[in-house]
């Protein structure tokens, strides 16, 4: 009996740490189960590219600083998307007149543009037309007609480009191309791919 008790002292002095490290496991698993679940963070989202307004048979006007109309944008339809700050218009129509008093007018059957205007993407159908001005005039110029299925029209600087193939008309001169790139401030015109021109004599040279 007296060899016993020291036994089993020893062999209980073995196990206590085992037996102390399983308590704990089985408290922090307790407390891991009986704890609340932590706050669900909401992440913040971006606007989704959903409309977030419509307009119907519509009319933009924008003037300038001494209150002369600059552009009228007018469409049968009118979807305002918040994530590209951009309106997407179906039967677009401008009508826009510089600071020499030139008429441009652009229509597609739909558009693209920018709050304010400033850049317009015409697709399907789309024509550009800049009025001549009149000779005599501080800036005399021929007209200049453009036609494609897609457009891209930059009011600063004054661009046009297209990637799809695109006839001009510039007075009495006809160009096509590939894809365009006029430049009315350098007065550059590149067309690239197929290139057709027909270049007509002016009246000076009838």
Same mark, same amino acid.
Not at 102 to 128: C, F, H, K, P, Y
């Given at each position: 009996m007296k060899g016993l008790l020291p036994a089993l002292w020893d062999r209980f002095l073995l196990y206590l740490p085992l037996a102390l490290m399983a308590l704990f496991a089985l408290t922090s698993y307790w407390m891991v189960r009986s704890a609340p679940p932590p706050p669900q963070v909401a992440l913040e989202q971006g606007p989704a590219h959903t409309p977030d307004y419509f307009m119907d048979d519509f009319s933009i006007l924008n003037f300038d600083r001494n209150g002369r109309l600059h552009a009228d944008l007018r469409g049968k339809t009118g979807r305002h998307y918040a994530d590209i700050l951009s309106t997407e218009v179906d039967a677009i129509s401008i009508r826009s007149v510089d600071l020499q008093? @030139? %008429? *441009? *007018?652009? /229509?597609? %059957? @739909? #558009? %693209? /543009?920018?709050?304010?205007? !400033?850049? $317009?993407? %015409? +697709? #399907?159908?789309? /024509? $550009? +037309? @800049?009025?001549?001005?009149? @000779? #005599?005039?501080?800036?005399? !110029?021929?007209?200049?007609?453009?036609? !494609?299925?897609?457009?891209? $029209?930059?009011?600063?600087?004054?661009? $046009?480009? !297209?990637?799809?193939p695109v006839d001009i008309r510039h007075g009495t001169h006809q160009f096509s191309g590939n894809a365009l790139e006029y430049d009315n401030v350098t007065q550059v015109l590149q067309l690239t791919g197929k290139v057709r021109a027909t270049l007509m004599p002016g009246p000076e040279a009838r």
């Open positions: 008093g @030139r %008429l *441009t *007018t652009a /229509t597609a %059957l @739909r #558009g %693209l /543009t920018n709050e304010d205007a !400033s850049e $317009v993407q %015409l +697709i #399907g159908n789309a /024509t $550009v +037309i @800049r009025e001549a001005q009149a @000779r #005599g005039a501080p800036a005399a !110029s021929e007209r200049f007609e453009y036609r !494609s299925e897609f457009l891209h $029209v930059f009011a600063k600087p004054e661009l $046009v480009r !297209s990637h799809m």
